[in-house]
């Protein structure tokens, strides 16, 4: 072999490592600062004010009715914590429970350092932990940024279940798939409101496309300091709260 | 038996026949499968299909008007503006389509009501709430307000009618014996209007200085006689009163 | 059914300690789940001890080798039997063939089990056994004779050339082995340490835990087994084969303690958010699984009982009786500890809620697909499948040659020839 032929191949293989190492780097993420990439069409979003929230439950019951998800207290789309904050540092939670008569609060707990509702729903993450681990592609994220499952091809394998980060997906036992949070799509694709924004009496619930100009959506986000839940999991959440509290989780 | 080439053994030979005969089966298999089973894509694209034709059972919130203007009418112009209908009478989307069958609930009781106006110390401050047991206990919440153009029937007289969160605070703790008078002065129109005409409130130090500074001359009072004295000059002068001590209910050390 | 599920469910909620997420009531992942990666471990492990005598030329433990292929295959066999089992819907499992998802983990199962299933273990097993199948085609008649004639590939080549080829191929095949047996199981550590939702799965350290628990359980298996059958086969235990053995299990208990002491370390150590849950959870729900059956029971006793033979065999020259009894005990105290290991993983990791405010509880059921009784025949499932395999593919003159020369003779080289 000559120096040219040598140096020929050299640098082929020079070419192709350097290919193959650029094509791995390929999969980390591009740049640390840009969010999402900039989409057309619609794209969903879903905003809470926890100050607005009264913790009445009437969504929870909604969206039981409206997506015939079993009564039983095991299986919820949405539901509602209740964070008591107490001046020792005690932090209890509970979720509440919309049927039940109100009990009668002491007027005064002076124990009480700070308290609140906190409504929870399924965050439709841009980067859904859910559907990255999914075997069969039963569930997907749409074209809109809705993710939604599959029951004709959802194997039940219950591993979306395990990787969503907010307990946000159930096993039906009606068809034994996988169940969650649709932002109500059959509504939203006429153009009607979720179920639990619907009827949230406060406005607590906001729900709109987060590309519309103009939408209580968007001038929510404009207005308030917003947080998501989990930030560091990396899941990009689409739904955004306003004033909320550390403690949750 | 096929003659193979010289050099490779019988046994690899073997393997190499069931290898392509097994990749032979699964190759016709995989074309014989119909698309649908095979893409994810069709599959996606079924199912939203699917998703979108589900049933709804809540109809909207302008659903009720065409038949109710009326009621909606008078609940656009009321507290109660930005509930939907369907928040107090729930799904109606089959009422909607034949009214004649279904009829919408219509919650009459008192348990139904205080699911949002029952005092609780987790909901937001402001919030109209109530204590179910001291207020008018048995009596029906509708005999006295409008749902849907919820007010109190008559003028309230008492500050705590409205302000029965501060009320209850206040009464436990050391500024018990005020009046709310005494800190705030509310004209007559504040009770019909509240969010219109607004009472008073303290604009600084000087004004707790009349019964918490040491040199007071404030001293006709017996109750700002026993109030805790300070020195407004040294104490907290940074401040107003209010920053650090919620004058409701004034955290101090005991 | 579902009935049952509520009541199931309504019983467990009075025994949730804190909050936990609505949704996290049930524990999705139950007994099956357990099962499984106790099973495919025990392949990993297997085949690794199998690789002992092809690829690193330890001769002693010759005798086990064609035990622990078939153990191997009979666990493989029964693998994916766990998984299916627990689906929603076992009846689609074909979808995972069908759409796999290259981002799932779970999906990439169906490749690396057939590749494993294919190119691995039945190649070896076919290789080792081909000369063999062809001399008992020879001997049987019947059924049996075209049972071995088939599963021979109808091959007759029992010349020198074929021979060596088949050690050639061997030896290719186990050195692929090797790294597709870390694969197979550091995979199945994959499927839970990559869940970053999940503290207590989530580490980089969990697949190489579980590959090391998975040699540990794969070798002490083995061992059980051979100090079972050879007695049963009317053979003698071979003692310098089973101290060699116990010696490797040995190596790799140390290395899979050390693994998990320096996991538990770093944990403790950055003392992140779900620290508290999880000590919490640790002293509470796993005190027994974990600290009791895992790590003393599992893991310290057995190391503690083959130390003491370690040190007196060459000293007193322990009583072979008395060594035989302890090492049956360690393997035996070995075999629940790695299944301990699995159930603290999968059970475990469900016990705590997601919100880090919570602990559920795991009631497990008796009969039913999830139930205690189902897991038990999936456990004995694969000795079943053994006890076939050992009848159809004998490997008594191996496994019950005697000791002392231990010479590490070619497998098929020493045959009758056939038709002799």
Redesign the interface.
């Known amino acids: 072999m000559n120096g040219r032929r040598r140096f020929l191949r050299d640098f082929l293989a020079l070419l192709c490592s350097g290919g193959a190492i650029g094509g791995f780097l390929k999969l980390l993420p591009g740049s640390a600062h840009a969010k999402e990439t900039v989409r057309t069409g619609k794209w969903y979003g879903y905003g809470v004010s926890v100050?607005?929230?009264?913790?009445?439950?009437?969504c929870m019951e909604?969206c039981k009715?409206?997506?015939n998800v079993p009564k039983?207290?095991?299986?919820?789309r949405t539901?509602v914590?209740?964070?008591?904050i107490r001046k020792n540092g005690e932090?209890?939670?509970?979720?509440i429970d919309?049927g039940a008569?109100?009990v009668?609060?002491a007027?005064?707990?002076?124990s009480?350092l700070r308290?609140?509702?906190v409504p929870?729903l399924c965050n439709q993450c841009a980067d859904p932990?859910c559907?990255?681990?999914?075997?069969?592609?039963?569930t997907?994220r749409?074209e809109d940024g809705v993710v939604?499952?599959?029951?004709?091809?959802?194997?039940?394998?219950?591993?979306c279940?395990?990787?969503?980060?907010?307990?946000?997906?159930?096993?039906s036992?009606?068809?034994?798939?996988a169940d969650k949070c649709?932002f109500c799509?059959?509504?939203i694709?006429?153009g009607?409101?979720p179920?639990c924004v619907?009827?949230?009496?406060?406005?607590a619930r906001i729900f709109g496309d987060l590309n519309a100009a103009a939408s209580p959506l968007s001038r929510f986000l404009r207005m308030n300091k917003i947080h998501v839940l989990k930030p560091g999991?990396n899941t990009e959440p689409k739904v955004y709260y306003a004033n909320l509290d550390g403690e949750v989780? | 038996m096929v003659k193979f080439p010289e050099k490779m053994p019988d046994s690899l030979a073997r393997l190499l026949v069931v290898f392509v005969v097994l990749t032979a089966v699964l190759a016709i298999a995989w074309v014989m499968i119909p698309t649908p089973m095979k893409s994810?894509h069709v599959?996606?694209d079924?199912?939203?299909l699917?998703?979108?034709?589900?049933?709804?059972?809540?109809a909207?919130?302008h659903a009720c008007e065409e038949c109710h203007g009326e009621i909606y009418g008078k609940k656009k112009a009321g507290y109660?503006r930005?509930?939907?209908c369907?928040?107090c009478h729930?799904?109606a989307k089959t009422h909607t389509e034949d009214p004649d069958k279904t009829k919408p609930a219509i919650p009459a009781t008192r348990?139904f009501c205080?699911?949002?106006h029952?005092?609780?110390?987790?909901?937001?401050r402001g919030?109209p709430q109530i204590?179910?047991?001291g207020h008018n206990p048995l009596k029906p919440c509708a005999g006295c307000h409008n749902p849907h153009d919820p007010k109190p029937p008559t003028t309230p007289k008492e500050c705590s009618a409205c302000h029965g969160e501060i009320a209850?605070?206040k009464?436990?703790s050391h500024h018990v014996q005020l009046e709310c008078t005494t800190c705030h002065q509310a004209p007559q129109q504040h009770k019909i209007t509240p969010r219109g005409v607004k009472p008073t409130k303290p604009q600084n130090r000087e004004f707790c200085g009349k019964c918490h500074a040491k040199d007071t001359r404030e001293t006709r009072e017996k109750l700002a006689k026993s109030a805790p004295k300070i020195d407004m000059a040294e104490h907290g002068e940074k401040y107003v009163c209010w920053q650090c001590h919620y004058p409701h209910?004034p955290e101090v050390e005991n | 059914m579902?009935q049952d599920?509520?009541r199931h469910?309504?019983e467990i909620?009075p025994q949730i300690q804190?909050?936990?997420?609505?949704?996290?009531?049930?524990i999705?992942?139950g007994m099956l789940i357990v099962v499984y990666p106790y099973i495919t471990g025990v392949v990993a492990g297997a085949f690794i001890l199998a690789s002992l005598v092809k690829v690193f030329n330890v001769k002693e433990v010759q005798p086990l080798y064609r035990l622990s292929l078939l153990t191997a295959l009979a666990y493989l066999l029964v693998a994916p039997m766990a998984l299916v089992s627990?689906?929603?819907?076992p009846g689609?499992?074909y979808?995972?063939l069908?759409?796999?998802?290259t981002?799932?983990?779970?999906?990439m199962?169906g490749f690396v089990y057939a590749w494993y299933l294919m190119a691995v273990l039945l190649l070896e097993i076919w290789f080792v056994h081909r000369t063999d199948m062809i001399a008992w085609a020879e001997e049987k008649t019947g059924v049996m004779r075209f049972v071995y004639r088939a599963l021979a590939l109808f091959s007759r080549d029992t010349s020198a050339r074929g021979v060596e080829f088949d050690h050639k191929a061997l030896k290719t095949i186990t050195i692929i082995g090797i790294p597709s047996a870390f694969l197979l199981h550091g995979y199945v550590g994959f499927?839970f340490g990559?869940?970053?939702?999940?503290p207590w799965w989530s580490s980089v350290l969990i697949p190489i835990v579980f590959l090391f628990s998975a040699i540990v359980s794969g070798i002490a298996l083995v061992i059980l087994f051979y100090m079972v059958i050879t007695p049963l086969a009317g053979g003698k235990i071979n003692m310098k084969c089973v101290d060699k053995a116990v010696d490797f299990l040995f190596y790799a208990v140390i290395v899979d303690f050390s693994l998990e002491v320096v996991e538990f370390i770093h944990r403790v150590y950055q003392s992140e958010e779900e620290i508290k849950i999880l000590s919490e959870m640790l002293m509470s729900k796993l005190f027994m699984s974990l600290i009791v059956i895992q790590v003393m029971l599992g893991m310290i006793l057995p190391l503690a009982i083959i130390s003491v033979t370690k040190i007196f065999r060459h000293r007193f020259s322990l009583n072979e009786d008395l060594r035989k009894m302890l090492y049956f005990i360690s393997v035996l105290l070995i075999q629940f500890g790695i299944f301990a290991t699995r159930w603290n993983v999968v059970i475990g990791?469900?016990m705590f809620?997601?919100?880090?405010?919570g602990l559920t509880t795991y009631k497990m059921e008796f009969g039913g697909l999830e139930g205690l009784l189902f897991a038990l025949a999936l456990l004995m499932l694969p000795v079943v499948i053994l006890a076939i395999l050992l009848k159809v593919l004998p490997p008594w003159k191996e496994m019950l040659a005697e000791g002392k020369d231990g010479d590490g003779r070619a497998v098929g080289g020493e045959l009758p020839a056939p038709g002799a």
Request: proline share 8%; hydrophobic share 35%; with cysteine.
């Open positions: 100050d607005k929230c009264i913790g009445c439950g009437r909604a009715a409206e997506n039983e207290p095991f299986f919820f539901w914590e209740r964070y008591i932090t209890a939670v509970r979720t919309p008569e109100p009668p609060e007027a005064l707990d002076k009480i308290s609140f509702f929870k932990p559907v990255q681990v999914c075997p069969v592609g039963a997907w749409t939604l499952v599959n029951e004709k091809t959802c194997i039940g394998c219950r591993y279940i395990q990787a969503c980060p907010y307990g946000a997906r159930y096993l036992p009606a068809t034994h798939t649709t799509y059959h509504r694709s006429v009607q409101l179920a619907e009827v949230c009496p406060t406005q999991l989780r | 994810v599959q996606w079924n199912a939203i699917r998703e979108k034709a589900k049933p709804m059972r809540y909207g919130a109660h930005d509930l939907s369907e928040t729930g799904p348990s205080v699911q949002c029952a005092y609780n110390p987790s909901r937001p919030f204590n179910p047991q209850r605070t009464a436990v209910s | 579902n599920l509520m469910l309504a909620l804190g909050f936990i997420y609505p949704n996290e009531v049930e999705h992942w627990h689906l929603g819907h689609r499992f979808e995972i069908l759409t796999p998802q981002s799932s983990a779970m999906a199962f499927i990559s869940i970053k939702a999940n990791g469900q809620s997601k919100s880090f405010r």
